[in-house]
């Protein structure tokens, strides 16, 4: 059973900083990996999709990097603003019949200004 | 494009009774999903469905019904609620069942079942 783990739970920053989020994933026979974004009280907005077969995907002040052989993926967000505050989510698709999407339990970013 | 609604926005609802959660989406995205948030076990999945007139069942799907009568609806039924279905629920969508599609988020519908 797949299972995806985000760490930190939290995380607190200045304005301007870097930062990176993780997530991890027991399965690496996945077909990709979704971040989203949660704002409290609001529903999920989609980020960044990487396939199985790519390494990266970038938007914006956004990067996320996947390393499928080590069940690993990070989601690099340049010059944070205060704006970026939310609940970042990472889902995986490890396909079959029911084109299930796993989700960690987010990591709730604070950045103050 | 409103992409996908959801209603009611949130719903106080007594145990034992039934209630439909609405869900509609305007891409013209063949998959629909349905799904549950609950604090500390982050999204599951309920239902889904690939296409218009398909349905199957997903992660959490005991005590939940859903149907697919045309491409753009999607509704979530309690057909006796619990206080254990106290949740958020979230619709979503993609363009198509395969494993290549990003899904789409509805608003949620917050449930309270007392």
């Known amino acids: 059973k797949q299972e995806v783990t985000q760490i930190p739970a939290a995380l607190s920053v200045p304005e301007g900083e870097n930062l990176v989020l993780n997530c991890s994933f027991t399965?690496?026979?996945?077909?990709?990996l979704q971040w989203f974004r949660q704002d409290p009280g609001k529903g999920l907005t989609s980020l960044l999709l990487?396939?199985?077969?790519?390494r990266e995907q970038t938007s914006g002040r956004l990067n996320a990097s996947l390393d499928k052989s080590s069940g690993r993926s990070t989601l690099y967000i340049a010059a944070s603003q205060p704006g970026d505050s939310a609940t970042y989510l990472c889902?995986?698709?490890?396909?079959?019949?029911?084109?299930?999407?796993?989700f960690g339990k987010g990591t709730l970013l604070t950045v103050n200004p | 494009i409103a992409g996908i609604t959801q209603a009611p926005t949130s719903q106080i609802l007594a145990a034992g009774r039934r209630m439909t959660l609405r869900c509609t989406q305007d891409?013209?995205?063949?998959?629909m999903y349905w799904y549950r948030q609950d604090l500390g076990l982050g999204l599951r999945l309920i239902h889904y469905?690939?296409?218009?007139?398909?349905?199957g069942k997903g992660e959490v799907p005991d005590g939940y019904s859903v149907s697919r009568a045309n491409t753009d609806d999607f509704p979530l039924t309690l057909a006796s609620a619990v206080p254990s279905q106290t949740s958020v629920y979230f619709c979503?969508?993609?363009?198509?069942?395969?494993?290549?599609?990003?899904?789409?988020f509805g608003p949620g519908t917050w449930l309270t079942v007392l």
């Open positions: 979503a969508s993609s363009r198509t069942s395969g494993n290549t599609d990003t899904q789409y």
């Open positions: 469905s690939n296409t218009a007139g398909t349905t």
């Open positions: 990487i396939q199985s077969s790519q």
């Open positions: 889902a995986v698709n490890s396909g079959g019949s029911n084109y299930k999407l796993t």
């Open positions: 891409m013209r995205h063949n998959a």
């Open positions: 399965d690496s026979a996945i077909y990709n």
